[in-house]
């Protein structure tokens, strides 16, 4: 579906236009809402599976594009802090009170902000590949600054644990390896004038409102975890999940983990929504 | 810069796709020789069904050895995943069946395999699907022969029979410009001598019972995805970006941002038309694929010394290799494929159809039949064999002379392939 998404100031003047992935079935904003939100690179594809679940079983999906990504008008949000806004801008013009948020990697610093800014609307949060700080390593920046083609594969390569994801995602005899670089380079193509990939990565290496926002979340929380994660390591989740008292499920994956393992991934989300 | 990169072409070929089975163990790949596969529950079951879930179901749409063949081909084409089909005639007909279809227009080489002239000259014209043949050369009869019913540019790395190399970046450019993908014929190059993607190709397929396979046993074929053409900013692609009333209403683009032509593919065309590879055969390709890159190596060391040793004979009238000074291909062939041109090509003898078919018969290592890939060396004369309806003009229209033969250079010492090659040419010289 398309929506209106009110800009900064709250008014339609300079909204934009967000596409958000419904999971195959028609929006219903009377259901219980469970929100998609993507990380660095990446648009609505990466929850394709799960969000179809939820659809089918429930749940009212929005598995948005953010801006500048994916079918979203752009341009892309310049913080964590805006693109938190948004998201809860995006719950406004889909007539959602109240919503789950699912997050990824970058996703999951928004969904953390998102709750933290408006704790009477998040009933739960779902955080895969989280950290905080998330840091970015100079030599990921300064790649990304001079040659974002080959920091494409090496977040590509850094993010996927294993040669051989099975069952593949979305389905069989896709490469997920090849799956990912695809995407990512067709995002940096589309945002032109603008290096989505540095833009992006700067953005999470930033943000450094986590430690206040977790103090600000209410809701219950659930970390899912890649073993194999060598962006977000297990280790980095803990003072995370200590703080937001997350429960917290591990699954066999690198920070890929919708795609490396879309089974323990659906597992771990059927247990954090209780369904 | 930190290391950190995707496995080279070598490992990707020996792992890509494939883990140690967790049942049992197995290092190799297992051959899953299974119709069909067992649901956990019946919710399990729906959510397989309706795409909730990866995984397979019924071996005509997905199977797990095939599906490690499919990962492992895309992982070496630099792709977003495959489809394994029955042939690489079925690979080539499911390209088109997904993006096309009556009233639909293809842009393609006239220089093509004549199974793949066959199907889009005759057979798809029943069906409503018409082309129009440009000389792959001929840049600007790309770009004219374009139509607002056109969905597909298509042409082969390196033509037949003459090996004309495609201008992949000019015409892929050419292709986008209009918003319609560049399918690439990839069978005699491989992903090891290059890989179109890399230079603007959309699609590429493979008669993957050729080098791939590599040893002349299974008949198969592989179409890959690169996963960068824009069907939503196309507009000539509603079977991608519109609701699906055979799937679900599914919007193929919106389930998958870089696999939407491959879903529909398999979705539609291997559930309808059924071309599917069997597990067996996949196997056999595995096996192929595993040591691809040294045979290839090797192929293309022997064709070097072959093409060098016929060049300079007298009984030799030409010698269509790319990398040969006067090849129209040349600088092309530099440019795109630098490791080599392959290790099929064809020569011209001087005399008569007779002398042709003298030098076929006085042949002993080379075997006589219609195949190419294969690790042994293989030969055919085009004006005895495939074209033998054909005067001399009309050979000459389709670019083969009374005396031209094809090779499809194996892996045996170059030294014993020379010598059988001078035993023929002498045996054509006496039959003149």
Same mark, same amino acid.
């Given at each position: 579906?398309?929506?209106?998404?009110?800009?900064?100031?709250?008014?339609?003047?300079?909204?934009?236009?967000?596409?958000?992935?419904?999971?195959?079935?028609?929006? &219903?904003?009377?259901?219980?809402?469970?929100?998609?939100?993507?990380?660095?690179?990446?648009?609505?594809?990466?929850?394709?599976?799960?969000?179809?679940?939820?659809?089918?079983?429930?749940?009212?999906?929005?598995?948005?594009?953010?801006?500048?990504?994916?079918?979203?008008?752009?341009?892309?949000?310049?913080?964590?802090?805006?693109?938190?806004?948004?998201?809860?801008?995006?719950?406004?013009?889909?007539?959602?009170?109240?919503?789950?948020?699912?997050?990824?990697?970058?996703?999951?610093?928004?969904?953390?902000?998102?709750?933290?800014?408006?704790?009477?609307?998040?009933?739960?949060?779902?955080?895969?590949?989280?950290?905080?700080?998330?840091?970015?390593? &100079?030599?990921?920046?300064?790649?990304?600054?001079?040659?974002? +083609?080959?920091?494409? &594969?090496?977040?590509?390569?850094?993010?996927?644990?294993?040669?051989?994801?099975?069952?593949?995602?979305?389905?069989?005899?896709?490469?997920?390896?090849?799956?990912?670089?695809?995407?990512?380079?067709?995002?940096?193509?589309?945002?032109?004038?603008?290096?989505?990939?540095?833009?992006?990565?700067?953005?999470?290496?930033?943000?450094?409102?986590?430690?206040?926002?977790?103090?600000?979340?209410?809701?219950?929380?659930?970390?899912?975890?890649?073993?194999?994660?060598?962006?977000?390591?297990?280790?980095?989740?803990?003072?995370?999940?200590?703080?937001?008292?997350?429960?917290? +499920?591990?699954?066999?994956?690198?920070?890929?983990?919708?795609?490396?393992?879309?089974?323990?991934?659906?597992?771990?989300?059927?247990?954090?929504?209780?369904? | 810069?930190?290391?950190?990169?995707?496995?080279?072409?070598?490992?990707?070929?020996?792992?890509?796709?494939?883990?140690?089975?967790?049942?049992?163990?197995?290092?190799?790949?297992?051959?899953?020789?299974?119709?069909?596969?067992?649901?956990?529950?019946?919710?399990?079951?729906?959510?397989?069904?309706?795409? $909730?879930?990866?995984?397979?179901?019924?071996?005509?749409?997905?199977?797990?050895?095939?599906?490690?063949? $499919?990962?492992? %081909?895309?992982?070496?084409?630099?792709?977003?995943?495959?489809?394994?089909?029955?042939?690489?005639? !079925?690979?080539?007909?499911?390209?088109?069946?997904?993006?096309?279809?009556?009233?639909?227009?293809?842009?393609?080489?006239?220089?093509?395999?004549?199974?793949?002239?066959?199907?889009?000259?005759?057979?798809?014209?029943?069906?409503?699907?018409?082309?129009?043949? %440009?000389?792959?050369?001929?840049?600007?009869?790309?770009?004219?022969?374009?139509?607002?019913?056109?969905?597909?540019?298509?042409?082969?790395?390196?033509?037949?029979?003459?090996?004309?190399?495609?201008?992949?970046?000019?015409?892929?450019?050419?292709?986008?410009?209009?918003?319609?993908?560049?399918?690439?014929?990839?069978?005699?190059?491989?992903?090891?001598?290059?890989?179109?993607?890399? #230079?603007?190709?959309?699609? %590429?397929?493979?008669?993957?019972?050729?080098?791939?396979?590599?040893?002349?046993?299974?008949?198969?074929?592989?179409?890959?995805?690169?996963?960068?053409?824009?069907?939503?900013?196309?507009?000539?692609?509603?079977?991608?970006?519109?609701?699906?009333?055979?799937? #679900?209403?599914?919007?193929?683009?919106? $389930?998958?941002?870089?696999?939407?032509?491959?879903?529909?593919?398999?979705?539609?065309?291997?559930?309808?038309?059924?071309?599917?590879?069997?597990?067996?055969?996949?196997?056999?390709?595995?096996?192929?694929? $595993?040591?691809?890159?040294?045979?290839?190596?090797? #192929?293309?060391?022997?064709?070097?010394?072959?093409?060098?040793?016929?060049?300079?004979?007298?009984?030799?009238?030409?010698?269509?290799?790319?990398?040969?000074?006067?090849?129209?291909?040349?600088?092309?062939?530099?440019?795109?494929?630098?490791?080599?041109?392959?290790?099929?090509?064809?020569?011209?003898?001087?005399?008569?159809?007779?002398?042709?078919?003298?030098?076929?018969?006085?042949?002993?290592?080379?075997?006589?039949?219609?195949?190419?890939?294969?690790?042994?060396?293989?030969?055919?004369?085009?004006?005895?064999?495939?074209?033998?309806?054909?005067?001399?003009?009309?050979?000459? !229209?389709?670019?083969?002379?009374?005396?031209?033969?094809?090779?499809?250079?194996?892996?045996?010492?170059?030294?014993?392939?020379?010598?059988?090659?001078?035993?023929?040419?002498?045996?054509?010289?006496?039959?003149?």
């Amino acid at each position: 579906m398309k929506l209106d998404v009110r800009g900064p100031n709250g008014s339609m003047k300079g909204s934009m236009k967000a596409y958000a992935y419904n999971g195959g079935k028609p929006f &219903d904003p009377a259901l219980p809402c469970v929100v998609f939100i993507h990380g660095a690179m990446q648009d609505h594809s990466g929850w394709t599976l799960l969000a179809r679940w939820c659809a089918h079983h429930g749940f009212g999906v929005l598995a948005p594009d953010q801006p500048g990504h994916g079918q979203s008008a752009g341009p892309p949000l310049q913080s964590v802090q805006a693109l938190a806004d948004w998201t809860l801008a995006l719950l406004d013009a889909a007539g959602v009170r109240q919503a789950t948020l699912v997050g990824h990697s970058m996703g999951t610093l928004i969904a953390l902000e998102a709750a933290a800014r408006a704790p009477a609307r998040v009933t739960r949060l779902v955080l895969l590949g989280a950290a905080y700080p998330m840091k970015v390593s &100079d030599a990921l920046l300064n790649t990304a600054r001079a040659a974002p +083609l080959e920091a494409i &594969d090496m977040v590509n390569a850094l993010s996927i644990s294993t040669l051989a994801s099975k069952p593949s995602y979305p389905g069989p005899g896709m490469w997920v390896h090849g799956s990912n670089r695809a995407l990512m380079r067709n995002q940096q193509a589309l945002c032109s004038g603008i290096n989505l990939f540095e833009h992006d990565f700067r953005v999470c290496d930033a943000y450094a409102g986590g430690t206040a926002a977790m103090a600000k979340v209410s809701c219950p929380a659930t970390l899912i975890v890649g073993a194999r994660d060598q962006m977000t390591p297990p280790k980095a989740t803990r003072d995370l999940a200590a703080a937001l008292k997350a429960q917290v +499920l591990t699954v066999p994956s690198g920070h890929h983990l919708m795609a490396e393992a879309p089974d323990a991934v659906l597992a771990g989300l059927r247990t954090a929504l209780g369904a | 810069m930190p290391g950190y990169s995707d496995p080279g072409f070598d490992t990707l070929a020996l792992h890509a796709g494939a883990a140690p089975d967790p049942s049992h163990g197995a290092r190799a790949v297992p051959i899953v020789l299974s119709t069909s596969f067992v649901f956990d529950s019946s919710e399990h079951a729906a959510s397989l069904f309706n795409m $909730e879930r990866s995984g397979h179901v019924y071996s005509r749409i997905s199977n797990p050895t095939t599906a490690v063949l $499919e990962e492992r %081909v895309a992982a070496l084409e630099g792709g977003s995943g495959a489809i394994a089909t029955a042939s690489g005639q !079925a690979a080539l007909h499911l390209a088109i069946a997904t993006l096309a279809g009556a009233g639909s227009h293809i842009v393609a080489s006239s220089m093509l395999y004549g199974g793949s002239h066959n199907l889009l000259h005759f057979t798809l014209k029943r069906f409503g699907i018409t082309t129009t043949f %440009v000389p792959p050369g001929d840049i600007d009869g790309w770009r004219a022969a374009i139509r607002p019913e056109t969905r597909l540019l298509f042409g082969e790395t390196l033509g037949n029979p003459g090996l004309e190399v495609l201008d992949i970046p000019t015409v892929s450019s050419i292709a986008h410009d209009a918003g319609l993908p560049l399918l690439v014929d990839s069978t005699f190059t491989t992903p090891w001598l290059m890989k179109p993607f890399d #230079h603007g190709a959309d699609l %590429v397929y493979h008669s993957a019972t050729k080098f791939l396979s590599g040893h002349g046993t299974v008949i198969g074929g592989v179409l890959v995805d690169s996963g960068r053409f824009d069907w939503n900013n196309s507009a000539r692609f509603p079977e991608l970006t519109e609701p699906y009333d055979g799937f #679900h209403g599914m919007v193929f683009s919106e $389930e998958s941002s870089v696999g939407a032509f491959l879903l529909r593919a398999r979705r539609e065309g291997l559930r309808d038309f059924g071309a599917c590879m069997s597990p067996h055969t996949a196997w056999l390709i595995l096996q192929g694929i $595993e040591t691809l890159p040294l045979r290839m190596a090797r #192929h293309v060391d022997n064709t070097r010394k072959i093409v060098g040793f016929l060049a300079a004979q007298p009984m030799v009238q030409r010698v269509g290799y790319p990398e040969l000074d006067g090849h129209p291909s040349q600088a092309l062939a530099r440019k795109l494929l630098p490791r080599g041109c392959g290790s099929v090509f064809s020569f011209d003898l001087k005399g008569s159809r007779r002398q042709g078919v003298a030098f076929i018969e006085a042949l002993k290592l080379f075997s006589h039949l219609a195949n190419v890939g294969d690790c042994r060396s293989l030969v055919i004369h085009p004006a005895s064999t495939t074209h033998f309806r054909m005067d001399d003009a009309a050979l000459r !229209a389709a670019g083969i002379g009374p005396g031209t033969i094809r090779l499809s250079i194996g892996l045996e010492d170059a030294d014993d392939l020379i010598d059988d090659l001078k035993r023929a040419l002498r045996a054509a010289e006496k039959a003149a």
